[in-house]
């Protein structure tokens, strides 16, 4: 009996070399995963209105993951992310003529519900890659800066718009995407995702409703920080009331990246 045992695990050894075979039972103990990942930021609003796909800026991210089963795990993760956009670099001259910019800096704190669609071996199954989903809830701090004549100011503290108080800088978020991952040493796994999260504030780049007024003698700084298009040659004051940003009420930002991550298997899995 020990002979066909010792045979047995030969076969196995030579079937999956470097990998992880889970015992042929009802799903074992908690199985723990932490990963990293690095990458770039992307944004869409009033100053990138149709493009989904543009960068501006860096990102990175790190998780801690519990399996429930080969299919399903649920991660807490933290991400940093950088976006930007200036309408000076759009191909529309009528947004040319705004002459608004703004960056960003991203704090994402999300809990993340994830969908392997293979039988990924991680959670006792025995597939090595595996497409996946994920979607969840996120708080999303953020604070947009501009530059003028040299200094650098945060935005929101200047109420750009006619608000009574600066918006709120800390939002609820709702993050949805796709990757993939791939099992290739053991316990090591890597992986690639794409997700956009939709912000429930259309302040990301500071940009959102209408023009307003303020007299010279006020708030000089205030009034040209929310008016640009008289800093271009030939431009002048946009009327109080007109338009501003677009008519969308969220924006919305993208991280992608690659990165590792590393599975805790549990006691009742064969490591080889």
Not at 130 to 137: I, Q
Not at 205 to 215: A, I, K, L, Q
Request: proline share 5%; aromatic share 16%.
């Amino acid at each position: 009996m020990t002979g066909t045992r010792s045979v047995f695990v030969l076969l196995v050894l030579c079937l999956f070399p470097g990998g992880v075979v889970c015992a042929q039972q009802p799903f074992p103990d908690t199985v723990w995963e932490l990963g990293l990942s690095g990458g770039a930021a992307g944004y869409m609003g009033d100053l990138n209105p149709s493009n989904p796909f543009r960068i501006s800026g860096p990102s990175a991210a790190v998780y801690g993951k519990i399996h429930f089963d080969a299919h399903f795990g649920l991660r807490g993760q933290y991400s940093y992310g950088s976006i930007s956009a200036r309408d000076s670099r759009s191909s529309n001259a009528q947004i040319r003529k705004r002459n608004l910019s703004f960056k960003s800096p991203l704090h994402e704190a999300a809990l993340l519900l994830d969908f392997n669609f293979m039988d990924y071996f991680s959670g006792g199954g025995r597939q090595f890659m595996t497409p996946y989903l994920f979607a969840g809830v996120a708080a999303t701090a953020f604070e947009p800066s501009a530059k003028y004549q040299g200094s650098t100011y945060r935005l929101a503290e200047y109420r750009t718009e006619g608000q009574d108080v600066p918006y709120n800088r800390i939002v609820v978020s709702i993050p949805y995407g796709a990757g993939f991952r791939y099992n290739f040493r053991g316990n090591w796994s890597v992986f690639s995702e794409i997700g956009y999260r939709t912000s429930t504030s259309d302040y990301l780049d500071d940009v959102s409703g209408t023009y307003t007024r303020f007299p010279d003698q006020v708030a000089p700084l205030r009034r040209a920080l929310a008016d640009r298009s008289a800093e271009l040659a030939g431009g002048t004051w946009n009327a109080a009331g007109s338009q501003r940003g677009d008519f969308r009420k969220r924006d919305t930002y993208m991280f992608v990246g690659i990165g590792i991550s590393f599975t805790f298997v549990p006691q009742n899995c064969y490591r080889f």
